[in-house]
């Protein structure tokens, strides 16, 4: 059975600090990794991993791909109040229900003044 | 719109009564997807339409579920004799094509009492 795995599940930081938040994922053949950020509105698309090794970065947030390992970071530097959200991990493969994304529980981030 | 739409955000219902959640995507994007997501946990797949076929409904949770996209744009999740376990956000989210990146709508939140 596929399966995505977020860690940590949460975080408390403060304003300043540098976090990683990790997914690894056990799917038949994988096709992408995708990182949401979700507040209390519409998860937000931040990166589309496909290939290993590329680092993929916007601002202050960048994340990386490892598919031997089966794993992907999402690295957030200088974290602002604003960056405060349950961040999403989701995987898309190209198996039995073809093009659903099969999701993680998310890490919920909290950054404080 | 330059986003994908629900209404209505929020829905509260009695047990038994039957609800209708709507999802209009964003303009000329093929594929849609509806979720649920559960209280702490990651949103899982319910069902897929490419216009308007419906191609993959596995993960509706019961009969009770049921989908529609009858004009291969805007689509119709409705539950019938709703249970407190239906409580949840139902996300709706659509993509150029099935294997792009997929974008998401703020959700319906149900509540079932």
């Known amino acids: 059975e596929d399966k995505v795995v977020q860690s940590p599940l949460s975080l408390v930081v403060h304003e300043g600090d540098t976090v990683t938040l990790n997914c690894s994922y056990e799917?038949?053949?994988?096709?992408?990794l995708l990182w949401y950020k979700q507040e209390k509105k519409a998860p937000t698309f931040l990166f589309m991993l496909?290939?290993?090794?590329i680092e993929k970065k916007s601002g202050r947030l960048s994340s990386i791909l490892d598919k031997k390992e089966l794993f992907s970071i999402l690295n957030i530097t200088a974290t602002q109040t604003g960056d405060s959200a349950i961040y999403l991990c989701?995987?898309?493969?190209?198996?039995?229900?073809?093009?659903?994304?099969?999701f993680g529980k998310g890490t919920s981030l909290l950054v404080t003044p | 719109g330059a986003g994908v739409s629900q209404s209505p955000r929020y829905k509260v219902a009695k047990r038994g009564q039957d609800v209708a959640l709507r999802c209009d995507p964003i303009?000329?994007?093929?594929?849609l997807f509806w979720y649920q997501q559960a209280l702490g946990q990651g949103p899982e797949f319910l069902t897929y339409?490419?216009?308007?076929?419906?191609?993959?409904k596995s993960g509706l949770p019961s009969d009770r579920f049921f989908a529609e996209r009858p004009e291969g744009s805007v689509s119709t999740l409705k539950i019938q004799r709703t249970q407190q376990e239906d409580s949840a956000v139902y996300l709706c989210?659509?993509?150029?094509?099935?294997?792009?990146?997929?974008?998401f709508g703020a959700g319906t939140r149900l509540s079932v009492l």
């Open positions: 989210a659509s993509s150029r094509t099935s294997v792009d990146i997929q974008y």
């Open positions: 799917v038949t053949n994988f096709r992408s």
């Open positions: 496909t290939s290993s090794g």
């Open positions: 989701a995987v898309g493969s190209n198996s039995n229900s073809g093009y659903a994304l099969n």
């Open positions: 303009s000329g994007h093929v594929s």
């Open positions: 339409f490419q216009n308007e076929a419906q191609l993959d």
